[in-house]
């Protein structure tokens, strides 16, 4: 009997363990959000500073990509 009045206790609005676990939960998902953010803005920073930092011109993507050639392979499965 101890035992369920300490959980019903424990699921309590004004007891302090659930808002514990809330807590962490968004802790998480702060910290979720913030990896992926820098993640992200290194993958974005680092294109930006190759793309303007390298000298002369890049290929043209049509040219590299042979756009035609790869949409015939794909209609084709």
Known sequence: MTHA???LD???PGSRRA???DLQQQA???GVLGV???FFTGLIGAY???RFGAPGEWAK???VLNVP???IKTRSS
Do not use: F, K, Y
């Open 5 to 7: 009045t300490a959980t």
């Open 10 to 12: 424990q699921m309590r």
């Open 19 to 21: 808002g514990t676990a």
């Open 28 to 30: 998480g998902h702060v």
């Open 36 to 38: 992926g953010s820098m």
């Open 48 to 50: 930006v500073i190759l």
């Open 61 to 63: 993507p049509n040219v």
């Open 69 to 71: 050639l790869t949409g």
